[in-house]
């Protein structure tokens, strides 16, 4: 038809590198900025066709995260906020490996085998990080978008997690709220308000917390959410983009691989401290103790915190709703032990992947879901929510109308769609200063397994294939039976490999309750 001649035209502007082939993986697409504007200009194709089937506005983000300054990406987000339905992803990758010539055909492969009407409306929402590409990359997304004489908005620089909340909220008529950058800072802002305002010392203690911007997207819009805060909160940011690089020496993902201070940020011993990353969905805090000794607070300790604050909530008001902690093979082992044998939080382990975590946590009332890395959320169910709502103003006690209040605010105040740096900033603060906690205390809920990541490089780490939620191998053969042998002589011992869905290495994790080495005396015994 009309439409994809011009599809093929503007095509022409945005060419494939030839040989260059991606795959839409656990984060989209990834890899080095100047390779992708062709990847940019389809999925801004796609994005349309996915707006069409679903009569929904879609979102496109183009950021790479935690990855290097000088990567891009680009990932869509589906009608609620979620990421993009598994099913697609394979068309996003036949898209953006396909030949010039061949670009028609699988378009039009996929409007058949969907059953789209290319006469139905749609509507796209972009958004970008800070990085120097992702300006001139957003708008091959736009040219896409324009070759399929589609409406779209450009929302410009934005965190990830405020483009998911901006398709929510376009597409549920404004009841998740306002579909604006201002509105999130809005909804966020009250009820982090509301909730600290049950802090028992609220009046007296200024709460200062240091912020790691990771020179990114993430300082931006603390600097913008800040004033809605009212003074509840002293922010000190540090890593704010005026200087340095984006994710070098700083940021979320090297504070938790590197388990060390980032760089640009001024620490005093006992101080509270957090890092973003480059996109702000993810979120890791630490402090240094007098000793200067660092002391993470990753995923895991965030996950406890949260859950066991709802789980007070709930027996305050009495609430029979089910709640369960999503995690990874990476989360720290007692951090799961902490959670089912003291908690008695039943604890579930999903394949490494924020989407396999998303759909667990969907199971449940209430689903808890963050990976080690510091990327989270809490999830209500439809009924949990209503059940809540309720019962507001309903309260047999003083203290019960509170709880249930306060579960309200959480509501409100985590973001739904996927994790959130700034919203689980947000609700850990007010958490510690309902509960009166320091960092410190926060910290000794339960002690961290001494652990290791690593990433290997290898010929080919498809060759690696794992079952039991990435915990085990099953390819190559006796891959296990080795890890298994050098595991046992260790006590809470466990170790892993799997190839990532990111970047072309293997992963190796490893932890046990000591970080000294027995390999000399298991060589002695031998
Ligand atoms: P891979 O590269 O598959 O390990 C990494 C993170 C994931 C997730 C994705 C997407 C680790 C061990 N892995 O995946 O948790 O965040 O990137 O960004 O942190
Ligand atoms: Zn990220």
Redesign the pocket.
Known sequence: GMHLESVLRSSARHARPAGLTLEY???GFRTKAEHLEHVMYRMGLLAVLRSKKTKAVIGVMVTA??NPEEDNGVKLVDPMGEMLVQEWESYATNLANAEEHELQMVLTNIIKQESISMQDESCVAIGRDTRPSSDHLSLAVVDGISALESKYQDYGLVTTPQLHYIVCCRNTDGRYGEPTVEGYYQKLSKAFIELVKQSPDCETEKKCLSIDGANGIGALKIKEIEPHLQSMLSLQLFNDGSNGRLNHMCGA?YV??QQKLPEGIDVRPGERCCSFDGDAD?IVYYYKDSEDRFHLLDGDKIATLISTFIKELLVKVDLKLNMAVVQ?A?ANGSSTRYLEDVMKVPVFCAK???KHLHHKAQEFDIGVYF???G?GTVLFSKAAEEQIAQLINAGATEEARKAVQMLANVISLINQTVGDAISDMLLIEAILAIKSFTVQKWNEIYTDLPNR?LKVKVADRKVIDTTDAERRTVKPPGLQEKIDELVKDYNMSRAFV??????D?V?V?AEADTQVSSFKQHKDKR
């Open positions: 993986g656990t984060a995260s935690h993902d938790k691989v993810r990874t990476y490494t992947g924020v990976e080690a890395n990327h990541q799997r190839p990532s869905g990111t970047e290495v992963r994790y």
